[in-house]
């Protein structure tokens, strides 16, 4: 199989086929989505919408909706608010800082269909009392700004319950829908093998809770729509292996619906795949004043976004690094957010609604203490000892730092005047932060149908992939132009292959 690399591991390896005396179920249906997360629930309803039987497989216990923010480019209801952003522009910058590498056809793909996407979900989970916001936290630096288009939904019956507010409540709202369309969901009944009959994928395996397994025949297609890699360290280390090097995971994704695409015929996008990563293991908070390694040096121009601070202390080698600031950091911090901020810098907060909370603050910092996430100290000597650094590097690195502030120029990593900003007010804190990683955002190629591609570029008929499963969007890395962009992805191209799946298009 050309499509599989020797050096590959045992994960690769596809598994003997499933006799016929242990298929204990037959059923046949339409479509056949994979995984119920948002790219798969949006699948399923929209394909009901449209006309079709559809019944999901998922091996949780129910359906899933992580993370608050789902970014798209435009919106009806970004247009009433004053946003609208320039495409061109945008997907320009986003092909660049995925190094090239991106699909662009995929990209504008995104673009251009991700609007009427939102405008359909928002309908929808307004009638479940969610009441739609716009993120306001972002970068906004010329380097890597973010622009606005991160959509939550506040109020609705899953952020009642203690859940992050956002995609939580889409999805809730979309798997009630579609319950009400006849869409059946077999939970806890994981797909472990695709039936492929002339050439063509047929249907799908899956394992019961009970034993044994069902057959689902899909007269349509059959949807990959399983999430990532992420938890899944042997595929890891073959695809994305600076994921292992992570000192917190929070993706659980174990990669089944890319080894079922693998051993159906497709192909996967070249190696490593990107990643999500938020540099929020340990303390979430880092901001942008003086980042110290556990040696006591400074190792990074600290005015930069989420990614590229998690870059920086995995091509370290380490697993954390620590933020330095002093006691006037409430005046200090929200002075700088118009020169950068965003997730991790700044705060999570409405468009038009203050962008810093000074108290809000202040209680996350008491969370830090009481986690050993952050410690003090009314000297820099004391402050070393306390992080656990080199005392004499550390107040070398201290002392030059401020006295480039001073002069207004950065000798060593060219940070901009704006944010030299010196640490003079004693007591002094160290904030340890570090690389966590939220999902590997690589797969299988696929076209603009959402077709799986074999490596020759032929398609793999009666095979799709949407979600985490699917390649091609990002290249070497996640590009936080649009917070949320990932889900934001997951929705477009569901919401527009549940409408290719049906028959009323």
């Known amino acids: 199989m050309k499509n599989v690399r020797p050096s590959w591991g045992s994960w690769a390896t596809p598994p003997p086929p499933i006799a016929p005396e242990e298929v204990r179920e037959v059923l046949e249906t339409d479509v056949v989505v994979l995984g119920a997360g948002i790219a798969g629930v949006t699948c399923a309803l929209r394909a009901a919408q449209c006309g079709s039987e559809v019944l999901v497989l998922e091996k949780g216990a129910s359906w899933s909706g992580r993370g608050g923010n789902i970014g798209v480019a435009g919106s009806s209801y970004m247009k009433a608010n004053g946003i609208e952003n320039n495409s061109e522009e945008l997907v320009r910058e986003w092909i660049k800082r995925c190094g090239n590498r991106c699909d662009e056809r995929l990209v504008w793909l995104f673009f251009n269909e991700s609007g ?12 479940y009392g969610a009441r739609p916001v716009l993120q306001g936290s972002a970068y906004l ?3 890597y700004r973010e622009y606005y288009g991160s959509h939550r939904f506040f109020d609705g019956p899953m952020a009642k319950k203690g859940m992050r507010a956002g995609a939580a409540d889409a999805v809730h709202a979309m798997f009630s829908e579609s319950l009400k369309l006849g869409v059946e969901y077999l ?7 695709l039936l492929k009959e002339d050439g063509k994928v047929t249907g799908v395996y899956g394992e019961r809770a009970e034993g ?58 070249d190696p490593p795949f990107p990643m999500i990563m938020h540099p929020q ?67 999570d907060f409405e468009l038009g609604e203050p962008a810093f909370d000074v108290e809000t603050e202040q209680k996350m910092f008491e969370r830090g203490f009481s986690r050993g996430h952050i410690v003090s100290a009314d000297t820099p000597e004391e402050l070393a000892e306390k992080m656990g650094v080199p005392v004499e590097t550390f107040v070398q690195t201290f002392t030059r730092y401020n006295e480039m502030c001073a002069r207004g120029r950065d000798e060593d990593f060219g940070k901009r005047r704006e944010l030299l900003i010196p640490i003079d007010k004693p007591p002094y804190y160290g904030l340890k ?34 979600g985490n499963a699917a390649g ?11 917070c949320g962009n990932s889900h934001g992805m997951a929705l477009t191209y569901g919401y527009l292959l549940g409408k290719q799946l049906g028959p009323e298009r």
């Open 141 to 143: 630096g010329d380097t």
């Open 212 to 269: 044994g397994y069902v057959l689902v025949r899909a007269r349509r297609g059959v949807v990959l729509a399983t999430g990532d890699i992420g938890g899944n360290a042997e595929m890891c280390e073959d695809l994305a292996p600076l994921a292992n090097r992570c000192p917190v995971k929070y993706t659980t994704g174990s990669g089944d619906g890319h080894r079922l695409g693998l051993w159906a015929g497709g192909s996967f996008e």
């Open 281 to 347: 293991a340990y303390h979430f908070s880092n901001f942008c004043f003086l980042f110290v390694k556990p040696d006591g040096t400074r190792f990074m121009n600290e005015d930069n976004y989420v990614q590229g601070k998690c870059l920086a202390i995995l091509r370290e080698r380490e697993k954390y690094a620590w933020s330095i600031v002093d006691s006037a950091w409430a005046e200090k911090v929200p002075e700088t957010l118009k020169y950068g901020g965003g997730i991790a810098w700044g705060q």
């Open 116 to 127: 009427n996407a939102m405008d359909w979900l928002i309908d929808i989970v307004t009638q």
């Open 472 to 482: 091609g969007r990002y290249g070497v890395d996640y590009p936080l132009i649009i």
């Open 433 to 466: 932060f570090g690389p966590a990683v939220l999902a590997v955002v690589g797969g299988l190629r696929v076209d603009t149908n959402m077709r799986v591609l074999s490596e020759d570029g032929a398609v793999v008929e009666g095979l799709y992939a949407i």
């Open 187 to 193: 939970f806890k009944t994981p797909a472990v093998q």
